[in-house]
């Protein structure tokens, strides 16, 4: 124990001696953590659409008005004809084109139904998607609006037809915040890149400035070793996970409705795994060049799949399969449930079981890789 004492003042006085690795560690994903939740929103709004208008009748200018005042489109023209708009979608000035013909008015008054022609680009499928479904949402919201639609509907008695009233409410984010799911998430990534970057590159330096060649003719064994180099930085990265739970609730007002004694246990483990990884990538490497592609490859991996930025439910069978094998998916997947639900250990006891086996076959990796040679 006193080989590992020694062990972690070295990289201690390592850490505190080096300003840039402490601004890394501390103020770079503080500030990110502030940033990066109001600039990274999946919500599709500002859609740009134009409008051709055939028919420049009240019923017409009603329908324009009510999209305008949606809070999802921005008006960005009213042409004379469909080509004229099609250029516009070509320039990448508008994403949606709403014809509306002649006699729209007359037709919806006689006949009660007219047909209007929607143009959506879909280079972007997911706004084209969610951008289409709200313009029909509320050209269908209009067309129940109008007068007419109750005095041709024929008059029925309440034992004709029956009727389903829907009630619904809004659990754990009732505001539908969009940053009350991403803080969280963004929390995670943002550890994973300083524990998994900073642990890869830390033997390789070793390995450069020599003092590994005289660490190797001691007495000090492979295990510990690793742990020395684990146990400074699993602090740091509780420290940098406190200081993203304080940020969370001082800037976004977020406050986990789930036990901290939970949620600090999931981190704990979590860095324990994450950091036996980046020491993996150290052993490994000759050059901390190499060290830090490596570990952005595995980084890129790790966070494209996570479900993060796309559900994994969503993804394909073989891409759900390697999601599995990333750490990052199973701590993700429970740090917003802790946060928001307030899910505990009964709720997550499965995910609890795959970091820790992770914590111990990476490090337990790391600890057969490292080879101590004089």
């Given at each position: 124990?006193?080989?590992l004492?020694?062990?972690?003042?070295?990289?201690f006085?390592?850490?505190?001696?080096?300003?840039?690795?402490?601004?890394?560690?501390?103020?770079?994903?503080t500030v990110?953590?502030?940033?990066l939740p109001?600039?990274?929103n999946?919500?599709?709004k500002?859609?740009n659409?134009?409008?051709?208008?055939?028919d420049?009748?009240?019923?017409s200018?009603?329908?324009?008005?009510?999209?305008?005042?949606?809070g999802?489109?921005?008006?960005?023209?009213?042409?004379?004809?469909?080509?004229?708009?099609?250029?516009?979608?070509?320039?990448?000035?508008?994403?949606?084109?709403?014809e509306?013909?002649?006699?729209?008015?007359?037709n919806?008054?006689?006949?009660?139904?007219q047909q209007v022609?929607i143009t959506?680009?879909?280079?972007?499928?997911?706004?084209?998607?969610i951008?289409?479904g709200?313009?029909?949402?509320?050209?269908?919201?209009?067309?129940s609006s109008?007068?007419?639609?109750?005095?041709l509907?024929?008059?029925?008695?309440?034992?004709?037809?029956s009727?389903?009233?829907?009630?619904?409410s809004?659990?754990?984010?009732?505001?539908?915040e969009?940053?009350?799911?991403?803080v969280?998430?963004?929390?995670?990534?943002?550890?994973?890149?300083?524990?998994?970057?900073?642990?890869?590159?830390n033997?390789?330096?070793?390995?450069e400035?020599?003092t590994i060649e005289?660490?190797?003719?001691?007495p000090?064994k492979?295990?510990?070793?690793?742990?020395?180099?684990?146990?400074p930085?699993w602090?740091?990265?509780?420290?940098?996970?406190t200081?993203?739970l304080?940020v969370m609730?001082?800037?976004?007002?977020?406050?986990?409705?789930?036990?901290?004694?939970?949620?600090?246990?999931?981190?704990?483990?979590?860095l324990?795994?994450l950091l036996?990884f980046?020491?993996?990538i150290?052993?490994f490497?000759n050059?901390?060049?190499?060290?830090?592609?490596?570990?952005?490859f595995f980084?890129?991996?790790?966070?494209?799949?996570?479900?993060?930025f796309?559900?994994?439910?969503?993804?394909?069978?073989?891409?759900r399969?390697?999601?599995?094998?990333?750490?990052?998916t199973?701590?993700?997947?429970v740090?917003?449930?802790?946060?928001?639900?307030?899910?505990?250990?009964?709720?997550?006891?499965?995910?609890?079981?795959?970091l820790?086996g992770?914590a111990?076959l990476?490090?337990?990796?790391?600890?057969?890789?490292?080879r101590?040679?004089?």
């Amino acid at each position: 124990m006193k080989v590992l004492s020694f062990l972690l003042q070295k990289e201690f006085r390592q850490i505190f001696r080096d300003k840039t690795i402490l601004a890394m560690m501390f103020v770079v994903p503080t500030v990110q953590l502030i940033i990066l939740p109001l600039a990274a929103n999946f919500e599709v709004k500002n859609i740009n659409v134009s409008f051709v208008d055939h028919d420049r009748s009240t019923y017409s200018q009603q329908l324009i008005n009510k999209i305008g005042a949606s809070g999802y489109f921005r008006v960005i023209a009213s042409t004379l004809s469909y080509n004229e708009a099609l250029t516009l979608v070509e320039k990448n000035e508008t994403d949606l084109i709403l014809e509306i013909p002649s006699g729209f008015e007359r037709n919806l008054l006689r006949e009660g139904s007219q047909q209007v022609n929607i143009t959506v680009d879909a280079i972007n499928g997911t706004k084209a998607t969610i951008g289409g479904g709200y313009l029909t949402a509320v050209i269908a919201d209009f067309n129940s609006s109008l007068d007419f639609n109750s005095t041709l509907q024929p008059v029925l008695s309440s034992q004709d037809f029956s009727q389903i009233d829907i009630a619904y409410s809004d659990w754990f984010n009732p505001q539908k915040e969009y940053k009350f799911y991403m803080v969280p998430g963004i929390l995670v990534l943002l550890l994973t890149m300083i524990g998994g970057f900073i642990t890869a590159l830390n033997i390789v330096k070793e390995k450069e400035i020599g003092t590994i060649e005289q660490i190797n003719v001691t007495p000090i064994k492979k295990w510990e070793f690793i742990l020395g180099k684990l146990i400074p930085f699993w602090i740091v990265g509780m420290i940098v996970f406190t200081v993203g739970l304080t940020v969370m609730y001082i800037v976004y007002g977020i406050f986990p409705k789930g036990s901290f004694a939970t949620l600090y246990l999931f981190a704990s483990v979590y860095l324990v795994a994450l950091l036996g990884f980046g020491l993996l990538i150290s052993t490994f490497s000759n050059s901390q060049l190499q060290a830090m592609f490596v570990a952005f490859f595995f980084m890129m991996i790790f966070m494209l799949m996570s479900g993060f930025f796309t559900s994994i439910d969503s993804m394909p069978e073989w891409a759900r399969q390697i999601s599995n094998l990333t750490p990052v998916t199973h701590f993700i997947s429970v740090v917003r449930p802790i946060v928001l639900k307030g899910s505990g250990i009964a709720d997550t006891y499965i995910e609890l079981i795959y970091l820790i086996g992770f914590a111990i076959l990476l490090n337990g990796l790391a600890i057969l890789n490292y080879r101590k040679t004089s």
